[in-house]
């Protein structure tokens, strides 16, 4: 044989070899109906399962703050590697990119945050955290586990893809805006959509819960800097006083949401700290305030906060003090409403009902919580929802970001299979509807 003719051969080969299984083209309404459940049934298996309890845990007992989640990362990466799954890092410090599919267009992306919160954990049980004073009290360990599940299954299942799945692996979700760290690193280059789950401890399980549109609210925060004049307290005469002043200035920002905003569009504006003199008998120089804003759109939350600027420097000014006032820090960054697309809602509710039967389905009330995958939805379309892991064994579920706070690690297949599915269907859709589809692509800016 020619060497020529033994290239052929090898290719010819190589194209029967890679051959899928099954194209979505030949699958029947009735089989892609059955694919959320067969995945489910994957990740429920013992050696799955049993694998992601042990990949949660172990980012459990070492929770790592923003940007700091080098061990987590490393884990992720381990992880990949042993599933043969091509990765791009770093991004943004510690962010993974992971791929799945076919290497073309169309890309759709699956999200899990990875970052712990500077809190002490009180739950006593084998995994507590070995890290003092850090703890996963947000569900982002559970967040990476069922990522990496959904890895997991989509890799074994790959023929069913056509066109690639992005697994990111973002840091410093918890006030740090990592999901804009890593836009600007390139995470959603040639992404059309974007989805991500979050724990809830007070959701059921086996139950999803999540809406159209608006579902958790923009979010911002201001620190306002008021100066008098200190002095004895004895005679206030001789002060300008910046403690009467900063104390009309919080009444007064109490109105804005009582007197000025619409009662059907929801805000919230929170005084959280103030720091004054400290001395019984002292009128101190200045006073520092600060609080946080929210609302449901970007229109209202710069409402809000033009104002906010403008009520404390104008009854600052009433007391004859002056102010100043800021709003974002590197720290503490704007965080945009979080708003589901409503085609990508349609595509949520057909796949967790094929999962999880239509009762399972719960509409979800909106929040005034913030979340940075808001980010995402900024530049494409995106859909966030929540996913049940209530812990019937505790007397009192515990919230997110309490000391306190425990999931029931039976809901992890769940999620695993729910982001598999959701991205498989996705894919499936797009495809089908060929080229000229735009049925997710539309974006309407907020």
Same mark, same amino acid.
């Given at each position: 044989m020619t060497?020529s003719a033994a290239?052929?051969?090898?290719f010819?080969?190589?194209?029967?070899l890679?051959?899928?299984i099954?194209s979505?083209?030949?699958l029947?309404?009735?089989?892609?109906?059955e694919?959320?459940?067969?995945?489910l049934?994957f990740a429920?298996?013992?050696?799955i399962f049993?694998w992601?309890?042990?990949?949660?845990?172990k980012?459990h007992e070492n929770?790592e703050?923003?940007?700091?989640?080098f @061990?987590?990362?490393k884990?992720?990466?381990?992880?990949?590697?042993? &599933?043969g799954?091509?990765?791009?890092?770093?991004?943004a410090?510690t962010?993974?990119?992971?791929f799945?599919?076919?290497?073309?267009?169309p890309?759709?992306?699956?999200?899990a945050?990875?970052?712990?919160?500077l809190?002490?954990?009180?739950?006593?049980w084998?995994?507590k955290? %070995?890290?003092?004073?850090k &703890?996963h009290?947000c569900?982002?360990?559970?967040?990476v586990?069922?990522l990496?599940?959904?890895?997991?299954?989509?890799q @074994?299942n790959?023929?069913?893809?056509k066109g690639t799945?992005v697994?990111l692996?973002q840091?410093a979700?918890e006030?740090?805006g990592?999901?804009?760290?890593?836009?600007?690193?390139?995470?959603?280059e %040639?992404?059309e959509?974007?989805?991500g789950?979050h724990?809830?401890?007070?959701?059921p399980?086996?139950e999803?819960?999540?809406?159209?549109? #608006?579902?958790?609210?923009?979010?911002g925060?201001?620190e306002?800097?008021?100066?008098? %004049?200190?002095g004895?307290?004895a005679?206030p005469q001789q002060?300008?006083?910046?403690?009467?002043?900063?104390?009309?200035?919080?009444v007064?920002?109490q109105?804005l949401?009582?007197?000025?905003?619409? #009662?059907l569009?929801?805000?919230?504006l929170t005084?959280a %700290?103030?720091?004054?003199?400290?001395?019984f008998n002292v009128?101190?120089d200045?006073?520092t305030?600060?609080?946080?804003f929210r609302?449901?759109?970007n229109?209202?939350?710069? $409402?809000?906060? $033009?104002r906010?600027?403008?009520?404390i420097i104008?009854?600052a000014?009433?007391?004859r003090c002056?102010?100043s006032v800021s709003?974002e820090s590197?720290?503490?960054?704007?965080?945009p409403?979080?708003v589901n697309?409503?085609?990508?809602?349609?595509?949520?509710q057909r796949? !967790?009902?094929?999962?999880l039967?239509?009762?399972?389905v719960?509409e979800? $009330?909106?929040?005034m919580g913030?979340?940075?995958?808001s980010?995402? $939805?900024e530049?494409?379309?995106?859909y966030?929802?929540l996913?049940? &892991?209530?812990?019937?064994t505790?007397?009192?579920?515990?919230?997110?970001?309490?000391?306190?706070?425990?999931?029931n690690?039976?809901g992890?297949?769940?999620g695993?299979a729910?982001?598999?599915?959701m991205?498989?269907r996705y894919l499936f859709?797009s495809h089908? !509807?060929?080229p000229?589809?735009?049925g997710y692509?539309?974006?309407?800016?907020?």
């Amino acid at each position: 044989m020619t060497h020529s003719a033994a290239i052929l051969w090898v290719f010819v080969l190589f194209l029967f070899l890679s051959k899928p299984i099954s194209s979505e083209s030949d699958l029947s309404p009735e089989e892609l109906s059955e694919i959320p459940r067969n995945f489910l049934s994957f990740a429920r298996k013992a050696e799955i399962f049993d694998w992601m309890v042990g990949v949660r845990r172990k980012i459990h007992e070492n929770p790592e703050l923003g940007y700091e989640e080098f @061990e987590t990362s490393k884990l992720i990466r381990q992880e990949l590697d042993q &599933m043969g799954i091509p990765y791009k890092y770093p991004l943004a410090v510690t962010g993974v990119l992971g791929f799945i599919g076919s290497g073309e267009p169309p890309f759709v992306a699956i999200r899990a945050d990875m970052d712990a919160l500077l809190l002490q954990e009180m739950v006593e049980w084998d995994h507590k955290s %070995k890290n003092p004073g850090k &703890m996963h009290a947000c569900g982002h360990d559970a967040h990476v586990a069922m990522l990496l599940g959904a890895a997991k299954i989509l890799q @074994e299942n790959r023929h069913l893809l056509k066109g690639t799945v992005v697994l990111l692996f973002q840091p410093a979700e918890e006030g740090h805006g990592g999901a804009k760290k890593m836009i600007e690193d390139g995470a959603l280059e %040639k992404v059309e959509a974007i989805f991500g789950i979050h724990v809830d401890t007070l959701l059921p399980l086996g139950e999803v819960s999540s809406r159209s549109g #608006p579902i958790l609210a923009g979010s911002g925060f201001f620190e306002a800097v008021i100066s008098g %004049k200190g002095g004895h307290a004895a005679i206030p005469q001789q002060s300008i006083d910046p403690i009467l002043a900063a104390s009309n200035v919080i009444v007064s920002l109490q109105q804005l949401v009582s007197r000025e905003a619409d #009662p059907l569009d929801s805000q919230v504006l929170t005084v959280a %700290k103030f720091h004054g003199g400290g001395a019984f008998n002292v009128i101190p120089d200045s006073v520092t305030i600060g609080g946080t804003f929210r609302a449901f759109s970007n229109e209202s939350f710069l $409402q809000l906060k $033009q104002r906010i600027k403008e009520v404390i420097i104008g009854q600052a000014a009433v007391q004859r003090c002056n102010a100043s006032v800021s709003f974002e820090s590197k720290d503490k960054i704007f965080f945009p409403p979080t708003v589901n697309d409503k085609d990508l809602h349609k595509l949520f509710q057909r796949v !967790a009902g094929d999962m999880l039967g239509i009762s399972g389905v719960k509409e979800m $009330q909106p929040l005034m919580g913030s979340e940075d995958f808001s980010f995402y $939805q900024e530049k494409i379309p995106g859909y966030f929802f929540l996913l049940g &892991m209530k812990d019937e064994t505790a007397e009192k579920p515990a919230h997110a970001h309490s000391p306190y706070f425990r999931i029931n690690e039976d809901g992890l297949p769940f999620g695993a299979a729910l982001h598999a599915s959701m991205v498989v269907r996705y894919l499936f859709d797009s495809h089908k !509807a060929g080229p000229t589809y735009s049925g997710y692509r539309a974006h309407d800016e907020l």
